[in-house]
């Protein structure tokens, strides 16, 4: 069963506005989450995080939401940059096992549009 | 020079070949871990090693092996490769920085299995 999922495959938006990407998971030991992003020929690289503790990071256009009530937690890029098109991957851990394992969503595809 | 290196980055083999995927980092990190990439997969955890005399098993580590050489290096091993063994490989290190759990990721081996 998928512990951690992001339901929209694609995501198109114009460029200046603002991109949300959602993720949803179901394990509530998760208590640290993450996203990554991915171009084409690359390896993910780490994005912006956020622990349980906490409901809101931001780093500079790309803030992290989460709503730990609903096993909820959103990306939100503002304002979006043709450079932004990538996969984007939302990843979850539990921080007090040790083995720092990550447990990935299978991504959503962010175009953005000039 | 990358921080996380992974040998090859392409390639192209048969059903019931032996392949070696190599993984180096100069991070000094201790965790090291093998993830595979399918399309609408995202990424899952093959092995994942706290150091060279700990190797743990991930979520589909059937049909794969692994070996911890150095701190530095973490291969992984298809003893006979079959057609959906096909996918993209990621390498990625992390170590324990109190409230962070970033893993950090290789370029990616391209397998593709006839």
């Known amino acids: 069963d998928q512990q951690v999922k992001q339901n929209s495959p694609s995501l198109s938006v114009q460029e200046g506005r603002i991109s949300i990407l959602n993720c949803d998971y179901t394990?509530?030991?998760?208590?640290?989450f993450l996203w990554y992003k991915k171009y084409p020929a690359e390896g993910p690289t780490f994005l912006i995080s956020?622990?349980?503790?906490?409901d809101k990071n931001e780093d500079g256009r790309f803030t992290v939401f989460l709503n730990k009530s609903a096993k909820h937690l959103s990306l939100h890029i503002v304002p979006s940059q043709p450079g932004d098109s990538a996969v984007y991957f939302c990843?979850?851990?539990?921080?007090?096992?040790?083995?720092?394992?990550?447990?990935f969503g299978k991504g959503t595809k962010l175009s953005v549009i000039p | 020079d990358a921080d996380v290196t992974q040998t090859p980055r392409n390639r192209i083999t048969k059903t019931g070949k032996r392949i070696m995927l190599e993984c180096s980092q100069t991070?000094?990190?201790?965790?090291m871990y093998w993830y595979r990439q399918d399309p609408g997969l995202g990424l899952r955890l093959i092995y994942y090693?706290?150091?060279?005399?700990?190797?743990n098993k991930g979520e589909i580590s059937d049909g794969y092996s692994v070996s911890r050489q150095a701190q530095a290096k973490f291969s992984l091993s298809l003893e006979s490769a079959i057609p959906n063994q096909t996918a993209l490989y990621f390498c990625?290190?992390?170590?324990?920085?109190?409230?962070?759990?970033?893993?950090?990721f290789g370029p990616g081996t391209r397998l593709t299995v006839l």
């Open positions: 990843a979850a851990s539990v921080s007090g096992a040790g083995s720092y394992q990550l447990t």
């Open positions: 956020i622990s349980s503790i906490k």
């Open positions: 991070k000094g990190h201790d965790r």
């Open positions: 394990n509530s030991m998760f208590d640290y």
């Open positions: 090693s706290f150091d060279v005399k700990d190797i």
């Open positions: 990625a290190t992390a170590t324990p920085t109190g409230t962070k759990y970033e893993q950090f």
